[in-house]
């Protein structure tokens, strides 16, 4: 019966009739520490969403959105940033490997990581560059990295905000953001965010802003939260329009 709907609903999709593999994989960022990560491979010639958590989660919190994605049409690959922990029994591998060999695992540390993420996906075949998915303190490393990364071609940011402090002002820095961007958060961070985001010019710019209580990062997808469904509603139709 399972089988049965995961075919209804890839035709649903117009995507050939076959289940998607869950495959763990690793790549080096440029200071040497090896990455984990997960590969939802839909198709090789689909675009790619790379999927970065919140503080201290690991890929784990993409196992329910990256099939969803997968349905979509998109290859995901969920990132283990060095920055992070464990979430729903998925350990953290990279910040495992961080922790061991005594590197410093603050949020701006982890930027190579997701660097190292969007080269892997080149390095699969991967022609129309990548989305970046960010949640949190991830999400405002994908504005970081989206404003000046070539191969970025749109950011999703899930309650992305001044994780930074006094290290980097990225209100300042991602003013110059030009590439297609879905920002959302729980209603609660909606203001700050909007404050965040004000003064990038972006021709394709959605804020969504929930009707309900909503999450933080990108746990507003899953499903234990009463609204997800509207986010998953604003998310479709801005992926839709994008052009890769």
């Known amino acids: 019966m399972r089988l049965i709907l995961i075919c209804v609903l890839l035709s649903a999709y117009g995507l050939p009739f076959r289940l998607v593999a869950q495959q763990a994989v690793t ?16 198709n090789k010639e689909s675009p ?12 784990g919190e993409y196992r329910e959105t990256a099939r ?6 998109y290859n995901c690959l969920a990132v283990d940033a060095r ?3 464990e979430v ?5 591998q990279t910040a495992q490997r961080a922790r061991e060999q005594n590197k410093r695992a603050d949020y701006l540390d982890a930027e190579p990581d997701i660097v190292a993420a969007i ?15 960010g949640s949190s303190y991830s999400a405002a490393l994908a504005l970081k990295i989206g404003t000046v990364n070539r191969r970025v071609k749109a950011v999703l940011a899930f309650s992305p905000g001044k994780y930074f402090g006094e290290k980097l002002s990225l209100k300042q820095y991602i003013r110059s953001f030009n590439k297609p961007l879905f920002v959302t958060s729980s209603k609660e961070e909606a203001t700050k965010v909007a404050l965040l985001i004000k003064d990038i010019q972006s021709p394709v710019k959605r804020h969504f802003v929930p009707a309900g209580k909503g999450a933080h990062g990108s746990i507003a997808l899953w499903k234990v939260t009463p609204n997800h469904a509207e986010y998953w509603t604003a998310l479709e139709a801005f992926l839709k329009q994008l052009k890769l």
């Open 119 to 133: 080269a892997y996906a080149d390095s699969l075949g991967n022609r129309k560059g990548v989305i970046l998915l």
């Open 48 to 59: 790619y969403i790379v999927l970065c958590h919140l503080a201290g989660h690991s890929r």
């Open 88 to 92: 729903l029994g998925v350990i953290n």
């Open 68 to 73: 969803r994605l997968n349905l979509m049409g």
């Open 27 to 42: 790549f080096p960022a440029k200071d040497g520490l090896t990455v984990t990560a997960d590969l939802f491979l839909q």
């Open 83 to 85: 920055s992070g922990n």
